[in-house]
Structures are given as C-alpha cells and as structure tokens.
C-alpha cells in the first residue's frame, strides 16, 4: 500500500497550525469562563436535531457545521447543546444561549464537557504529567489533540507523531521514547492506509473495524496517563496489533 508522501517532515509552523486548525472554530481556551458551570448533557433524543444552532452557525466563515457533521459526534446524531448547553429550539439568541450555555470553554471546561462522556480518559488524563496538581489546570486539553467540531474527522494531513513531537524534545521537554515515538508513526501509517482502502471502494469489515478501535484504545491507555514505564511496555504489543492489520490490509 502506497503511503502518501512528505508528512513526516512537516514543520512545527505547520504542526501548530494542525493542531489548531483541527478543531477548527471550536475552542478557546480563553480562561475568563473557567468558574463557569459546565452544561449538563442534553436529555432530548439523538433524533432532534437542533435546528436553530445549525440555522445561525451556518452562516460562520469557519463552517463549524458541515465541520460537525462529518465528525464523530455528528455521525452519532449529538447536537450543539449536547456539549454547550443552551437551548437549540430557540429561535433568539439570548434565548438560545440562556441556563448553562458555554459558547467558549476553558481548557478546564472543555474537561468537564468531554468528560461527562469519556469518564475512564478524563480521569487517566488528570494523572498524567499534562495535568500538573500544581497548575490546576491541563497543559493541553482534550481539543488540542482530538478536535472539538472535528472529532474523529481530522485533516488528511494531521499526525499525532508529529503533533507530539511539536512539543516533545524543543526547549525543555524530553522527546519521547523511540517505542513510543514508533508507535505512534505506525499508528498514523496504518491510519493512511486504512484512508486508502476506503476511498478506493473498499471498507473494512466490522471485524477489522472492531481490531482497529482496540488499537487505538490501546494507544490512549499510553497517551493519556503519560506514564511511561507502563506505556512502553504496551508499545510492542500495539505495534504487534498494527502489523497484524496491516497485512490484512495489504491483501486487499
């Protein structure tokens, strides 16, 4: 499988702007709203749409919209007030954005938001050396690397190797462990080729979906506690799984 060229030598210029740019409009990390409540979860089924979010929001240069829908959360039918709070049926903004609506997060925020979810990760997350007790407050937030608008839909060109080593080994901080640093490349390569069979007609099937959702659930049970010695100790069993995969791949 051909693995498209050039994405291994980007820039940190470039890699910065990845990283934002991934979540697009989404997320500021501004801190004025960090006393702020978190919304509570929408109690309204999967299947109403919040039509009057999208009905404003479309209009935004940055297209936080269409970005949303072809994201995770989009494809599982979430809707704005799912993550923001406020009320999507109303049809005047201050109505709209009334009760426990957070339109810009703080970093501590946007914890609690995607936390209200993702319970296991945010509180393997605030074990790790991204959380320091001393600051609290993350060094990075869940948006940084994931995305908000475009969770689980990022760019063509966004790597998670690369984006850690945006900040690993410049200035002050250690580069990461080769395994880890390894794991993470093969991780992206198996990602690219996974895009390649895709757009060439060819879907994996829910067994090798199933393999490919273990993996990076895998990779997560390193990324998110930063613990290093228990992490390296996972890289080769994942990179393992990877190759396993991959050859599956390669037949097609």
Known sequence: MVKPNGRRIQSIVLLAGVGVGVAASAVS?????????????????ASQAADNCVACHEKRPDDPVNLFKS?????TRKTCSSCHGG?????????????????????????????????????AFKTSRHFPDHRGSPRVDCVRCHGAHTVG?????????????????????????????KTLSMSDDLSDSIRALESNGHPLSADETQQRKEIRRSIAEIVHPTDLKGGLLKAAEVQERIRDLSRIIEKK
């Open 29 to 45: 990390s501004r801190a004025h709203h960090a006393d702020r409540s978190v919304p509570a979860r929408s109690g309204a089924p």
């Open 71 to 75: 994201s995770t959360h989009g494809r």
């Open 87 to 123: 009320d999507g049926s109303a049809s005047e903004r201050a109505s709209a954005h009334s009760g426990r609506f957070i339109g810009q997060p703080s970093s501590n925020d946007v914890l609690s938001m995607c936390g209200a979810c993702h319970q296991a990760a945010l509180a």
């Open 153 to 181: 839909s990022p760019s063509r060109n966004f790597s998670f190797a690369n984006y850690c080593t945006g900040c690993h080994g410049l200035e002050y901080l250690p580069g990461l462990p080769g395994e880890i640093q």
